[in-house]
C-alpha cells in the first residue's frame, strides 16, 4: 500500500483547517503558504472534500473555508476516500483477477494477504480522527512552546571564578 501524494496533502491541509478555524475561515491560500502545497492543486482536493460535505466554504472578504463537520467526527479515511484516494494493496484492485502468477481460483497466491491488509489500514484510518492529529500537534506545538520560553528566559550569570593565584604575569616575580 502506498499512501500517494494526494491523500498526505488531504490530511495536512485539513490539519491545518481544523488548527486555525477558531479564528474564522481558513484561506486556501494561507494553508498553501504555511504548508508548502500549490495553491491550485488545494482548490482541487478542497472542491472534492466540499463535495463529500466534510469542509464548507463561505464566500465574500474575510471568506475561506470552515469543517462542515465536528473534528472528532472526520476520520483520515473520510479524507482520504473523499479525495478519491485508492486504500488497496492488491495487485488486480480488489477486481479478482490479479497479474502475474494465478491460483485455480484466478487470485494470486497473496491476495488474501493484501486485502486483509487493505481491511486493517481502512480500520485503522477510520479510527483516528481529525481532533486526534488537531491534539497531537497542539501538544507538540506546546512542547515546542515550552523550548522557546527557555531560552528566551534571561541566562543564569555564574559566579565568576576567583583565581587562587597571581592575576597578573607581572605578579608572579615576587
Known amino acids: 500500500m502506498r499512501l500517494t501524494t494526494k491523500g498526505r496533502f488531504a490530511v495536512t491541509a485539513m490539519i491545518d483547517l481544523a488548527l486555525r478555524q477558531e479564528q474564522g475561515p481558513v484561506t486556501l491560500a494561507g494553508i498553501s503558504q504555511r504548508q508548502h502545497i500549490s495553491l491550485s492543486y488545494l482548490e482541487q482536493l478542497f472542491g472534492k472534500l466540499r463535495r463529500h460535505e466534510i469542509v464548507e466554504s463561505v464566500r465574500g472578504p474575510g471568506g475561506g473555508y470552515n469543517l462542515a463537520r465536528r473534528a472528532e467526527d472526520v476520520t483520515v479515511a473520510d479524507i482520504i476516500i473523499a479525495v478519491d484516494e485508492p486504500l488497496d494493496a492488491t495487485q488486480c484492485g480488489g477486481k479478482g483477477s490479479c497479474e502475474g ?21 481502512v480500520e485503522y484510518l477510520d479510527s483516528v480522527s481529525l481532533k486526534d492529529l488537531v491534539d497531537q500537534q497542539r501538544s507538540r506545538e506546546g512542547a515546542t512552546a515550552v523550548l522557546r520560553d527557555r531560552r528566551t528566559e534571561a541566562p543564569a550569570v555564574e559566579p565568576r571564578a576567583v583565581p587562587k593565584g597571581p592575576n597578573s604575569v607581572f605578579n608572579m616575580a615576587g
Open 101 to 121: 502468477t494465478k491460483h485455480h481460483d484466478g487470485h494470486c497466491m497473496t491476495h488474501e494477504l493484501w486485502s486483509t491488509l487493505n481491511q486493517k489500514m
